[in-house]
């Protein structure tokens, strides 16, 4: 007769080996960065957009809290609550920056070529 069968966790596999941490996580902020800002310059607010434009702010918060800061504190309890921060600020705040400098990149571009 045999014990219970013990299951090995596999963290790496759970995150794709950081392909969800360094790629999928700051293209999503890029793209919350660069739509949010769309939103607040397009200066057309109407209910909808604005709805949207809130769900999409606090699904990048939550991205940022629970698969960025949550995360990295579960797989490394040794680290210190400035690194995790620091990781946050790489992962989530930095591409979001990027995002919105993307638009108005294209936007300086676009009214150069006018």
């Not at 392909?19 to 209910?47: E, R």
Request: proline share 4%; aromatic share 14%.
């Amino acid at each position: 007769m045999s014990g219970p069968v013990a299951v090995e966790r596999f963290p790496s596999l759970r995150s794709f080996g950081g392909f969800f941490l360094v790629v999928v996580i700051p293209t999503v902020h890029a793209a919350g960065g660069f739509f949010i800002l769309d939103f607040l310059l397009s200066g057309n607010y109407t209910w909808g957009r604005t709805l949207r434009t809130f769900v999409l702010f606090m699904s990048n918060l939550v991205l940022a809290y629970e698969f960025v800061y949550r995360d990295l504190q579960t797989r490394h309890s040794d680290w210190s609550d400035q690194r995790l921060l620091k990781s946050v600020l790489t992962y989530s705040i930095i591409p979001f920056c990027v995002g919105m400098a993307a638009l108005v990149l294209l936007l300086a571009v676009t009214r150069l070529m006018k």
